[in-house]
């Protein structure tokens, strides 16, 4: 199951989605922007995983689809 996250990027001024964790895939401005894209890829690639991760860096929500 391949997992998917998005995470904000070092100010806080922008939002990466990232794939195992490892180099961003895509940067959007905003975070509903960025789950959108993130949940859209999890979505087309299931059974996957999606972490959602707040401001400070902790998990906020996990998804399975």
């Not at 789950?35 to 998804?63: T, W």
Request: zero cysteines.
């Amino acid at each position: 199951m391949k997992e998917y996250s998005v995470v904000p990027n070092k100010d806080v001024s922008g939002w990466y989605v990232k794939i195992e964790n490892v180099a961003p895939m895509e940067y959007h401005s905003t975070r509903d922007d960025a789950v959108l894209e993130a949940e859209g890829l999890a979505k087309e690639n299931a059974p996957s995983k999606l972490v959602i991760y707040d401001a400070k860096q902790e998990v906020e929500e996990e998804r399975q689809f």
